[in-house]
């Protein structure tokens, strides 16, 4: 289904491409794939509680007539953030037609990270990037719109040169996650060292079992 792909550079990119492209998001193939998706996922996996539907890294946004014309078919026109999330929203949808105490997610990330103009469907979770102090201040607005908004973080350690350890600034965030967001989950990125990266490993654990744990 190479119509399913992004058309930009005069055709449709997929794999060939590599990263850097998204689907057509028009393409009414790419919801009913994606429900077919979560609807055989659950179940299999009748205990698992979410289904990720999220973007691909880097930009690749499909610029076909049907999305063209859709984007600009509202004033002011659509953001990548309002394209990306009324798909999620359809797939959603329909997933929680049956499963409606399941959750279907997606990261808010980049160019999505700001909510979109119309709320979430009650089944929908999102995972916020937070890279930049002003993504506190979105995953904050998400909670106006979403239901479930979680935390996706950055704590590295390996490409440093010295210790790179917080573990008082780790339980700000995460309790603010949990008591400002209601925050359900926080994934993070550490491409660790275990030498250095050992203890950091160990609180943030702890903290996501008990944000009030006793970092000292």
């Known amino acids: 289904h190479p119509e399913w792909f992004a058309f930009f550079n005069g055709k449709r990119q997929w794999w060939s491409y590599g990263n850097g492209w ?8 790419t919801v009913e794939h994606a429900v077919q998706a979560a609807l055989n996922y659950f179940a299999k996996n009748p205990d698992a509680p979410v289904f990720s539907v999220g973007l691909n890294d880097g930009y690749g946004w499909c610029e076909c007539p049907d999305c063209t014309k859709f984007v600009n078919s509202f004033n002011p026109p659509l953001t990548l953030s309002d394209r990306w999330f009324y ?21 808010a990330y980049a160019v999505t990270s700001a909510p979109p103009r119309f ?12 890279v930049l102090p ?22 590295y350690g390996s490409s440093f040169l010295g210790f790179r350890h ?10 603010w996650g949990h008591d400002k967001l209601g925050a359900l989950a926080h994934i993070t ?3 660790g060292d275990w030498t250095f990266d050992g203890p950091k490993f160990a609180y943030v654990n702890a903290l996501q079992w008990n944000v009030n744990t006793d970092v000292d």
């Not at 909670?143 to 973080?153: A, E, G, M, R």
């Open 22 to 29: 998204q689907i057509c998001t028009t393409n009414p193939g």
């Open 166 to 175: 917080y573990p008082h600034a780790a339980q700000d965030f995460l309790k």
């Open 134 to 155: 002003s993504q506190m201040k979105e995953a904050e607005e998400w909670t106006k719109i979403c239901k479930s908004v979680n935390l996706y973080s950055y704590m």
């Open 119 to 130: 709320p979430m469907e009650p089944n929908v979770a999102i995972t916020e990037t937070i």
């Open 87 to 107: 798909w999620v929203n359809q797939v959603a949808k329909e997933v929680g037609k049956k499963y409606p105490d399941k959750w279907i997610e997606s990261m």
């Open 189 to 191: 990125e550490s491409g």
